[in-house]
């Protein structure tokens, strides 16, 4: 096997720099929680994972529309909302 000089020291430098950062949170979307708080968590980054209790429509209505404006994604699955940040795309490949 031949030598292919990798150096592990300056690799970090080659990494893209746009990866997201943040945590997956979860929670309960039943009106409880302001709007303001789930629009500021997805735009520090985070992908929401909540749980629906009770219509959907009405409970993400005072997020949905920022969360798209500034590049995010929301997606319905089962019986849960998933909620994603810009740069971070929900993938429904294999459903």
Known sequence: MGDF???????????DEDDAEGDVVLG??????????WVQSVARGNVLFLAIEGDLNKLASGFARDVK???????????????????????????
């Not at 000089?5 to 990494?15: C, F, K, M, S």
């Not at 309960?28 to 708080?37: A, H, I, R, W, Y």
């Not at 404006?69 to 459903?95: C, E, Y």
């Open 28 to 37: 309960v979307l039943d009106g409880s929680t302001p709007p303001e708080k």
């Open 69 to 95: 404006d500034m590049g995010g994604q929301l997606m319905h699955f089962r019986k849960f909302l998933v909620v994603s940040p810009p740069g971070v795309d929900i993938n429904t490949d294999d459903l």
């Open 5 to 15: 000089n990798l150096n592990l020291q300056t690799a970090e430098e080659h990494l």
